[in-house]
Nanobody, 127 residues
Framework: QVQLVESGGGLVQAGGSLRLSCAAS????????TGWFRQAPGKEREFVTA????????SYAHSVEGRFTISRDKVKNPVYLQMNSLKPEDTAVYYC????????????????????WGQGTQVTVSS
């Protein structure tokens, strides 16, 4: 079984920054892509960003492009989500997810493309 643990969430004022981390443990695949999704109260889970195994290919939702950056360290674990210029509408529970294989899934924004999920970390942006 694969376990994903998110950390780094918290309360921040609008315009501030946070960095989330996603660490994988257990029977992790030899290579995997990682995605971040978020879910605000009363809303559906939505795609934020994803990164392939090598870190050379990324995908972003339009709503976060230019403000958020996904990256992974040299040993591939963990994956980071740097969030800058945060807005109140970024408030949500943020989840990381794992897709087996070195490439992004064909539809990286589709939650069903990811086999494993973390429990989430709360991000609250105050106005």
């Amino acid at each position: 079984q694969v376990q994903l643990v998110e950390s780094g969430g918290g309360l921040v004022q609008a315009g501030g920054s946070l960095r989330l981390s996603c660490a994988a443990s257990g029977w992790t695949p030899s290579s995997y892509a990682t995605g971040w999704f978020r879910q605000a109260p009363g809303k559906e889970r939505e795609f934020v960003t994803a990164i392939n195994w090598s870190g050379g290919i990324t995908s972003y939702a339009h709503s976060v492009e230019g403000r958020f950056t996904i990256s992974r360290d040299k040993v591939k674990n963990p994956v980071y989500l740097q969030m800058n210029s945060l807005k109140p509408e970024d408030t949500a529970v943020y989840y990381c997810a794992l897709h087996r294989g070195p490439s992004l899934p064909p539809l990286p924004g589709h939650a069903g493309a990811y086999e494993y999920w973390g429990q989430g970390t709360q991000v609250t942006v105050s106005s």
